[in-house]
């Protein structure tokens, strides 16, 4: 049996995309649109996709999840980690005092970073664990909906 890595891969790469865009998240592709959503008003949830299990398993899941609240940001935004360098590599530039982590979660308000969850807290943790912290941040940062 002879597979296609490369195939395979961007068939990996295309549902983590559908899925995150899916639970309403916007894709940003470019160094200039990850400026231009970090400088709207109000609260911006960034998560950083990748093509680990633990984004599949527990960050996109979370990342949907948590979007059945009370409170919730006005803006939810991701950039592909491996995929789309430069913006990830911008959208990381704002989070200052973190090393890059992937997946991972930024919850800015105003364009400045309020929070992150990393790596480390997202593998090996079980999704609602993800999702009851992302919601004890939209409960500190974000407005009632």
Do not use: W
């Amino acid at each position: 049996m002879n597979i296609d890595f490369n195939l395979f891969m961007n068939d990996v790469v295309r549902q983590a995309r559908q899925e995150i865009v899916e639970a309403g998240y916007t894709e940003l592709k470019t160094p200039e649109e990850v400026d231009a959503a970090f400088a709207k008003k109000g609260t911006t949830l960034v998560m950083v996709n990748s093509v680990c299990g633990c984004a599949g398993g527990i960050a996109r899941p979370a990342a949907r999840h948590a979007l059945h609240y009370d409170k919730r940001p006005d803006h939810l935004v991701t950039v592909f980690a491996g995929q789309d360098k430069e913006a990830t590599e911008r959208a990381r530039s704002y989070f200052t005092g973190y090393p890059p982590s992937s997946p991972s979660f930024a919850l800015l308000k105003d364009g400045k970073l309020c929070t992150m969850i990393e790596r480390h807290e997202i593998e090996g943790h079980e999704p609602m664990a993800v999702v009851m912290k992302l919601q004890q941040a939209f409960d500190e940062y974000c407005e009632e909906v």
